[in-house]
């Protein structure tokens, strides 16, 4: 079995910063991508920004130049720094990762936090 557990999420006032944090853990053959997804009341889960295994990151554009994606590989571990935050940044933010299986093969398999929640007031 496969959990990924985030945490560092808040109430945070227009401006300031968070740092969320989310680590995956279990029968973990690999990772591929790890992502950060937020979904709003009433809105389509989005992505937020993402960080391959390999290749550049990517960065939604209304969090471009404000948050930054990084990763622990040891760790299996993925980090997303929220600076310059804003109230329409206000979501359940998630962690997500493409995972191979110990003893699956080559088989990949999509696994989610139970997110966290970022409150940015005005």
């Known amino acids: 079995q496969v959990q990924l557990v985030e945490s560092g999420g808040g109430l945070v006032q227009a401006g300031g910063s968070l740092r969320l944090s989310c680590a995956a853990s279990g029968s973990i053959f690999s990772i591929n991508v790890m992502d950060w997804y937020r979904q709003a009341p009433g809105k389509e889960r989005e992505l937020v920004a993402s960080s391959p295994s390999s290749g550049t990151t990517n960065y939604a554009d209304s969090v471009k130049g404000r948050f930054t994606i990084s990763r622990d590989n040891a760790k299996y571990a993925v980090y997303l720094q929220m600076n310059s935050l804003r109230p329409e940044d206000t979501a359940v933010y998630y962690c997500?990762?493409?995972?191979?299986?110990?003893?699956?093969?080559?088989?990949?398999?999509?696994?989610w936090g139970q997110g966290t929640q970022v409150t940015v007031s005005s």
């Open positions: 997500h990762a493409d995972v191979r299986i110990l003893g699956r093969g080559s088989t990949r398999y999509d696994y």
